[in-house]
């Protein structure tokens, strides 16, 4: 079946600044996709692009089969776009901004109102619907927003950050509505709080210097990284020759030691990938005499994913760049 969205080496330079570079990934037909990475990655940057806000470079992007820069009328109709600083106009009332948002969709007039009943419905703002937007909660806002990205009956949801700003609460409840509403749309979002993706998203693509690092469901970044997770240590012992030690321990990748407020060390320990030097590091304290308060494994979670992948990528740069440099000399 053909995808819902089809970007192929998308590049965007705007002056002095490329945010995007060779840009390529699909989204299938009622996939909820999460765009993660950092602030400046390019998240905003493709969706504008998608959306038809804003030209490419280069590349080619189609959104239900229909070329975005060709077909961009075609293309807006399928999609429900609910952009970052989400504008609305705040002076006016819930029902009123949407069945004006209605019109300029092209929503026929006599759809109108039942088009309206039932994004309130959808959304959870039947009850504010005669309230002024400017003196609604952030959460309320963002529901209005999202409303109206579903007034035309988009296949396509594409949403910018859709909880940014919002207390836990909040974010709970408009997470909760963007996974129901995936049952009916495939969904493109965007965030940099990795929880979110990991919660919301059958698929994350990591993003970082307008490039994709990785794209894969969620439990298989995580399978395909590590076997496991951090080790957090606590140790009371002199804080140099720990140092040492734990480093040179069998299985330790990377160990970080810092001194804590009651004179007990924490270190924590990326293992190599399938290691698990927990043993070696108890049997370590234990011949030193350094007293052992804590030896655990956190499970990975996306979040130590996306530092890792994202740090892997900063130092093949800094390679990159050093390489050119040494060309130069
Ligand atoms: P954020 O979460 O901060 O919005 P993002 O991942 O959405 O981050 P983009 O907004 O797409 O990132 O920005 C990608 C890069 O392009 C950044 O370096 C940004 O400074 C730059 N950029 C974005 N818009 C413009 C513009 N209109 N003119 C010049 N540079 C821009």
């Given at each position: 079946m053909q995808p819902m969205i089809k970007v192929e080496n998308l590049t965007k330079r705007y002056a002095g600044v490329?945010?995007?570079?060779g840009v390529s990934f699909e989204v299938k037909r009622g996939e909820i996709v999460g765009f993660l990475g950092p602030n400046g990655a390019g998240k905003s940057t493709t969706m504008r692009i998608l959306t038809g806000f804003i030209p490419a470079s280069a590349g080619s992007v189609a959104v239900a089969g229909f070329d975005v820069f060709a077909d961009s009328l075609e293309v807006r109709r399928h999609i429900g776009y609910m952009p970052?600083?989400?504008?609305?106009?705040?002076?006016?009332?819930v029902a009123e901004y949407l069945k004006f948002r209605a019109k300029i969709k092209g929503v026929a007039r006599s759809e109108r109102r039942d088009r309206l009943n039932e994004v309130l419905k959808q959304t959870g703002l039947v009850e504010v619907q005669h309230r002024v937007i400017g003196q609604l909660s952030k959460g309320f806002r963002q529901r209005v927003g999202l409303a109206d990205a579903l007034l035309a009956e988009p296949d396509l949801l594409i949403l910018d950050e859709?909880?940014?700003?919002?207390d836990p609460v909040q974010i709970r409840q408009v997470r909760e509505l963007i996974k129901d509403l995936g049952k009916r749309h495939t969904i493109l979002l965007s965030s940099h709080i990795l929880p979110e993706v990991e919660k919301t998203c059958d698929r994350v693509i990591i993003i970082h210097h307008g490039r994709i690092l990785a794209s894969d469901t969620p439990e298989n970044l995580v399978k395909s990284l590590h076997a496991g997770g951090l080790i957090n240590v606590e140790v009371r012992g002199p804080g140099a020759e720990v140092q040492e030690a734990m480093r040179k321990v069998?299985?330790?990748?990377t160990s970080d030691c810092r001194l804590g407020a009651d004179e007990f060390l924490t270190v924590t320990i990326q293992p190599k990938?399938?290691?698990?030097p927990r043993e070696a590091i108890f049997k370590l304290a234990v011949a030193n005499g350094w007293t052992l308060r804590e030896l655990t494994r956190k499970r990975t979670s996306l979040e130590d994913i996306f530092v890792q992948v994202m740090r892997e990528e900063d130092e093949a740069e800094e390679d990159r760049r050093e390489g050119r440099r040494s060309e130069l000399r």
């Open positions: 490329t945010a995007l570079n970052e600083n989400n504008p609305l106009y705040l002076d006016m009332r859709p909880t940014i700003g919002l069998d299985g330790v990748e990938p399938g290691a698990d």
